[in-house]
């Protein structure tokens, strides 16, 4: 018979785990537990972003493509959006060097919402166009240093476009005004409106901004990063902006406000529009403004 002397009864009691070294067992790994739990939120906001990264960069391949493989048709003498350059009796002017928005198109039958339908200017274009991710919004100026030179041949003309990426659960629609918006109110889609300058500044001591009217940051969801164009054709990126109480909005920016070829009176912003519930969008949708070089443009004079 095999008995257990109590010696060894002592011995195999001691080969267990107190309960405090089970408790800082535990401890420890809930400790290596939560740490590693957090990577996974910023994981998967990186991966997120650089899905979202890689899907800009796409749409803005596209639309450099579709430009360049068929050309913006511009014939002179075509129908423009001629709103801003009316004379003291209204009637339409030359267009200026002024940024304008290509609503009208550039000839009847011909404007460039038909040379680029919906469908073009959005991607993936796999999609249907309601379902797109990313949506480019056109805009022209004429870049001749007489623009009273029409007809003559003399023009020479610049095309920009904002790259914009859109949200399913935001409505884009915003009054049908064509004198300051640069595409169709349409609520699947954003879009690109004009804003008049108060003043500015581009001393080379203070900081370079824009004054625009009350209230224009909140209704853009102005922040830093997001691009803007002037009405000389020129982008900037936000670099702060500051509600001025009951006066001007200030939009700081990255580099120096051009006055060339006229100090611009306008700026033209990505509309963010308002979520679908009601509440503001909280992010403008610009990404990019591309400019397209002249090769890009088939003018006839």
């Known amino acids: 018979m095999f008995c257990l002397s109590p010696a060894n009864l002592s011995s195999r009691r001691s080969s267990g785990f107190t309960l405090m070294e ?26 997120k972003q650089t899905v979202n990264d890689l899907e800009l960069d ?26 801003y350059s009316t004379d003291a009796a209204d009637q339409p002017g030359p267009l200026g060097n002024s940024v304008q928005p290509l609503i009208n198109g550039v000839a009847a ?106 209230g224009t940051i909140d209704a853009f969801q102005l922040a830093p990063a997001v691009p803007i164009l002037d009405s000389n054709g020129t982008t900037y990126i936000i670099d702060a902006v500051d509600q001025n109480g009951a006066g001007d909005d200030i939009i700081q920016i990255v580099g120096f406000v051009s006055a060339n070829p006229n100090p611009p009176d306008a700026l033209w912003i990505a509309d963010p529009g308002g979520r679908v519930n009601g509440d503001p969008a909280n992010r403008n949708p610009a990404r990019r403004i591309l400019i397209f070089p002249q090769s890009s443009i088939d003018y006839q004079p």
Not at 61 to 71: C, D, G, I, L, Y
Not at 139 to 160: C, F, H, K, Q, V
Not at 182 to 207: E, H, K, M
């Open 22 to 47: 089970v408790l800082v067992a535990v401890g420890i790994f809930a400790i290596g537990a939560v740490a590693v739990a957090s990577i996974f939120p910023t994981a998967i906001f990186l991966q």
């Open 58 to 83: 796409q749409a803005v391949n596209n639309a450099e493509a579709m430009v360049s493989s068929r050309k913006l048709r511009i014939i002179e003498g075509g129908v423009y959006d001629t709103q």
């Open 109 to 214: 039958g011909n404007d460039l919402f038909r040379q680029f339908s919906i469908r073009d200017r959005t991607y993936p274009s796999v999609y249907a166009s309601q379902d797109a991710a990313s949506l480019w919004v056109p805009l022209i100026r004429d870049a001749s240093a007489d623009p009273t030179l029409g007809g003559s041949g003399n023009r020479t003309w610049e095309l920009y476009a904002f790259v914009m990426q859109r949200r399913d659960d935001v409505d884009y629609s915003h009054a049908e005004t064509t004198i300051n918006s640069a595409s169709p109110s349409d609520a699947l889609y954003p879009s690109v409106l004009r804003v008049d300058i108060n003043g500015f500044s581009n001393s080379a001591v203070l900081v370079d901004q824009f004054e625009v009217p009350n």
